[in-house]
């Protein structure tokens, strides 16, 4: 095909794919996924390289999931994957692109067909917490739910409003002045690694082209592909840092810069909600985090919004405290109108050149031309000729330079009047949150200014939604001065928090309070089905709402105690299915996890110490607000002393709360918390309920395994077991009959038999080998001389070549052989009967090493996999920290699930159906 001729092809393509369903199975391992991915290395490559096909290639690069990775049936397996993605394959290469497009064409003409019926939110809130999206999942429960619009006459229009056209660029709005030279050097730290990072630190779903965060860092991550996803890292990479440090034609990049809009219910009003293609979010969270103390430095500390760390916390802190100032009348919080689309993007991009200049080339490049929004849902496409484009990463960075020129004329003009620095109105922006405090005088003449020099930059303060918060005896003159403006002397809510009075404060938290309180109720219901989804839910989400709340508001732990009853009265019984909760219980539950409770309650107790140490650490930004600082300067000593000051706080908090409780405790529930506070004792707990690794509970499953942790009766169970003794939790997990004690046993064997197997870092690994025969050895006395089998031996393990056995004894840490020693006591009683009786015959006959393994936590034990995580860590280049973790949930959970097996496991004598013999059936002469 000649060179017109490609690009139509590949444009209609493009057209096409954007209207597609998301319909992609996962890259197949092995040659064919290879090959895809090669294929895409090739196919940015012509971009980076400049090549004739460089004016397509990005376009390209963005059709190759839609039409490669289309899933054939609804219930294809991998093979037919691997099948279609080669035949794929074979197709793109010989160009030709329009039978693959026919051939999405087809199945998605199929997948229309299917009329999808009306999915229960709760079932679509467990699918997506069963997947980890813990944020995704919180939108769809809760007052947190968002809904989809559908796209009548009135919600397009509304869109496109909110996307206006590109305003004429003001001489006003221009900097004017010499431009600073970047040297390319600068971008050399974008690189295979940054692409690789921001791809595993990117969520969500996908752009127009269909394929998620999950298919990317699949392609990008894994090391199932062999050297493939570094190659393409280092391909994107190229990409990122050609737009850092070369001007590029834009229309090269119009599916790069697309996005899918979606307009949701603002219930009055709509919300247009922009998702970008993930590998623009990719790109951009690169370029934006090897750029982030250029941006601090060309932002901060009166613009917070642009990657310093706390600098939400920082504003809240510093606006608070000029609010208390005696010479303060009030502070003025501006609300703008559709901010973020109607920044005018043309002075933006002319200032950006001035005020950060490392990053203009990259932001020009990406928003020189309107970006295509493809509405979700229909065929209508509009464009954002203004504004950041939703979905874009470093669009936060962008809006945050963007402001600059506005932060620095405001400050020109007070200078102007003649007034001395600390008669100026203190400002603080986060994005377009802006606000200041000061006199009312001074207040009037910023927002006078503010009103004057917005526009021009695309800063449309709204008057009926801006806040001027002043004290009492004050109101009467803020009313003359600012007539179009809400007045309160109450106080407002400002950034999540709230600035102003205690009574209005109080109001405040009781609204708040209502919110969370149907947040908790609405995972309390869902308890009632899936515990352990609604319990991490309750962790990794729901309680950020009110942490946040804690750091930046102080006086507030008599307020939360309403919620904490909530808590305790509501979800607290629902995850562990009792109606009555013990106070005693109750307080338990409150500590952390890993000091052996559930992390739930306890937020009135610990809000006082979460302002007191978000201060700490944002106490130097802070500052720098209030002094009103042109330049931000970090003081890394006194921030790392901050760190361990706020570390040693948590400590001692969390230690005092766990010490006054376990003081008042009886011996026995001593020791339950001391079990449940083992390390990794509660991996199975803290672990998201991914259905992919197996880490997930069935409700009865999970509260069963939470009455065992403590120790509680459980329900429904025989009083009387088969063998004749009564029946309890401590004869179940004791109790030989039914097989169950071996098979706690044997599961932790092959767990472990598995681990030395996997990424091969361990050679010839058996199962229940037969040690060699003693003849004649001197041994140690005790040691079993006879014909002896251990679990588990593996070489390489400890050294090259050489052999190490393991063997492994579960047992019951609350039986009565235990319960008179200590912890540390009991596993060392353990390991040492083993050693005893093994540990002689393996050194001196086998020449090998050998682990006595205890539940997974002996000493012994807990060396053992941290050697087998270091040496997968290394194998794989991954992080030890995430391979260990893995290593004890995985083992947790089964140990869990073995236990738990063993307490409803069937033991009595199985009846004889009279049935004809399974053997001698006909199955095809059965009558149906």
């Not at 497009?101 to 809130?125: A, H, P």
Request: charged share 25%; net charge positive.
């Amino acid at each position: 095909m000649a060179g017109e001729e490609i690009r139509e092809v590949i444009e209609n393509a493009y057209n096409e794919v954007v209207q597609w369903n998301s319909n992609l199975f996962k890259v197949p391992s092995g040659k064919a996924g290879r090959d895809f991915l090669e294929e895409m290395v090739k196919t940015i490559n012509l971009f980076n390289c400049g090549n004739n096909l460089a004016s397509v290639a990005i376009t390209m690069l963005m059709i190759m999931p839609p039409l490669l990775l289309q899933k054939p049936a609804k219930s294809s397996k991998a093979k037919d994957h691997r099948m279609y993605l080669e035949k794929r394959l074979k197709l793109w290469t010989e160009g030709k692109i329009s039978e693959l497009v026919r051939e999405g064409k087809v199945i998605q003409k199929r997948l229309s067909m299917n009329k999808k019926k009306k999915t229960d939110t709760q079932q679509i809130f467990v699918r997506l917490m069963l997947q980890g999206k813990v944020s995704a999942a919180l939108r769809w429960i809760g007052t947190n739910r968002s809904t989809r619009m559908e796209v009548d006459k009135e919600v397009l229009q509304t869109l496109q409003q909110k996307h206006p056209i590109a305003a004429r660029l003001s001489e006003n709005a221009k900097i004017k002045g010499p431009l600073q030279k970047v040297e390319d050097v600068l971008y050399e730290n974008i690189d295979g690694k940054a692409i690789h990072l921001a791809a595993k630190r990117t969520q969500g779903s996908a752009g127009p082209t269909g394929m998620n965060s999950e298919g990317w860092a699949r392609i990008l991550c894994t090391k199932q592909l062999k050297s493939k996803p570094d190659e393409l890292c280092d391909a994107i990479a190229t990409f990122a840092r050609k737009l850092c440090k070369e001007y590029v034609n834009p229309c090269h990049l119009h599916a790069y810069t697309a996005c899918r809009l979606i307009p949701l219910d603002k219930n009055p009003g709509v919300r247009p909600v922009g998702v970008g293609e993930v590998l623009r979010r990719i790109v951009g969270k690169a370029v934006t985090a090897s750029l982030k103390q250029e941006l601090i430095d060309a932002t901060c500390p009166i613009q917070v919004c642009a990657g310093v760390k706390g600098g939400i916390e920082a504003a809240i802190h510093a606006l608070r405290q000029i609010y208390d100032d005696p010479e303060t009348d009030g502070i003025l919080l501006v609300d703008a109108d559709n901010a973020f689309n109607s920044l005018n993007r043309n002075a933006a991009l002319h200032n950006v050149q001035y005020t950060c200049p490392e990053f203009q080339k990259y932001l020009i490049n990406t928003y020189r031309e309107p970006a295509e929004l493809y509405i979700a849902g229909t065929s209508k496409v509009i464009s954002s000729c203004e504004g950041t484009t939703q979905g874009d990463n470093a669009a936060m960075g962008f809006y945050s330079c963007s402001l600059m020129p506005l932060v620095n004329v405001l400050k020109v003009h007070q200078a102007c009047r003649d007034q001395p620095q600390k008669e100026l109105p203190k400002q603080v922006l986060y994005a377009d949150d802006a606000a200041a405090g000061g006199t009312l005088s001074q207040l009037h003449s910023w927002w006078s200014d503010i009103c004057r020099e917005g526009p021009c930059l695309g800063y449309f303060p709204k008057p009926s939604k801006t806040v001027l918060v002043v004290k009492k005896e004050k109101e009467v003159e803020a009313k003359r001065l600012f007539p179009n403006v809400k007045i309160t002397t109450r106080g407002s809510r400002y950034l999540g928090s709230f600035i102003g009075t205690r009574e209005g404060l109080d109001d405040f938290l009781q609204k708040q309070t209502m919110e969370w309180s149907k947040d908790v109720k609405a995972l309390a219901e869902i308890a009632k089905f899936e515990p352990q989804v609604s319990y991490a839910a309750f962790i990794y989400g729901t309680s950020k709402r009110w942490n946040f709340v804690s750091r930046t508001t102080p006086n507030i732990s008599e307020n939360m105690k309403q919620l904490d009853w909530i808590i305790q009265e509501t979800f607290l019984p629902a995850i562990l299915g009792k109606d009555h909760i013990t106070d005693e219980m109750k307080k338990i539950a409150a500590l952390q996890p890993k000091r052996g409770g559930l992390g739930i309650g306890g937020v009135s107790k610990a809000c006082d110490l979460e302002y007191l140490n978000s201060k700490l650490m944002t106490q130097n930004l802070a500052e720098h607000i209030y002094n009103q600082e042109s330049v931000y300067k970090e003081d890394w000593t006194k921030t790392e002393k901050s760190v361990k000051t706020v570390l040693e706080n948590k400590q001692q908090f969390h230690d005092q709360n766990r010490a006054d409780l376990y003081n008042n405790l009886s011996v026995k529930e001593q020791r339950i918390i001391d079990l449940a506070s083992e390390k990794g004792a509660s991996s199975w707990l803290t672990s998201l309920p991914l259905e992919s690794c197996g880490f997930t509970l069935n409700k009865q499953e999970f509260h069963d395994a939470m009455l065992l942790r403590y120790d509680f009766r459980i329900k429904d169970i025989a009083s009387v077991c088969a063998c004749g003794d009564k029946n309890n939790v401590n004869h179940t997990l004791i109790c030989k009959k039914g097989g169950f004690v071996s098979l706690r046993h044997n599961n932790l064997r092959d767990v472990t038999a598995d681990i030395l197997r996997s990424h091969s870092i361990c050679k010839d690994v058996q199962v229940e080998p037969v040690l060699l025969p003693v003849t004649g050895e001197h041994l140690t006395a005790g040691t079993v001389t006879g014909e002896a089998r251990l679990d588990v031996s593996a070489r390489n393990f400890w050294s090259p070549l050489a052999k190490a056995f393991v063997d492994i004894r579960v047992f019951h840490p609350m039986a009565p052989s235990n319960a008179s020693k200590s912890i540390p006591a009991m596993y060392i009683s353990h390991e040492s009967e083993k050693k005893r009786k093994y540990n002689s015959r393996v050194l001196n006959v086998e020449k090998a090493a050998f682990t006595p393994h205890n539940r997974c936590m002996g000493k012994e034990a807990v060396l053992f996999y941290k050697k087998a995580a270091e040496k997968i860590s290394n194998t794989t280049n991954q992080s030890y920290s995430d391979v260990i973790s893995y290593i004890r949930k995985r083992l947790r959970f089964e140990l869990l699930k073995t236990c738990l097996i063993s307490i409803r496991g069937y033991r009595g004598i199985m009846k004889k159906h009279e049935s004809e013999d399974m053997s001698n059936l006909d199955y095809n002469l059965i009558r149906e």
